[in-house]
């Protein structure tokens, strides 16, 4: 399933901007980055599942916030993209 995930951290204290970071390397370890804080996840549900404890366990939710967008089947018709940004297509080999 196509997630999208996007957050908003307070980086008003040092704290905030320690969790900003630490929200990143979750979205980047499991997703691809689209925007700044706005990622897609290519994942079954237990991988989701996974996702949303590690980012809430990250959060303050009294000054964060975070989003969940479950995009029904089929992506490629959910999705228009226009402008510079190359996504990743999951469904075929990756080749590093």
């Not at 908003?8 to 499991?30: F, H, N, P, Q, Y």
């Not at 089929?74 to 297509?89: E, I, M, Y």
Request: glycine share 4%; charged share 35%; net charge negative.
């Amino acid at each position: 399933m196509l997630i999208i995930a996007t957050y908003d951290v307070s980086t008003e204290t040092a704290g905030g901007r320690k969790r900003l970071r630490r929200v990143a390397k979750i979205c980047e370890r499991m997703g691809q980055r689209v925007q700044k804080s706005v990622f897609e996840f290519e994942v079954d549900q237990m991988q989701y599942e996974q996702l949303e404890r590690e980012l809430l366990a990250e959060i303050d939710e009294l000054e964060d916030s975070l989003r969940f967008y479950r995009l029904t089947e089929p992506a490629h018709l959910r999705v228009k993209q226009f402008g510079n940004f190359r996504s990743t297509d999951f469904e075929k080999p990756l080749i590093v």
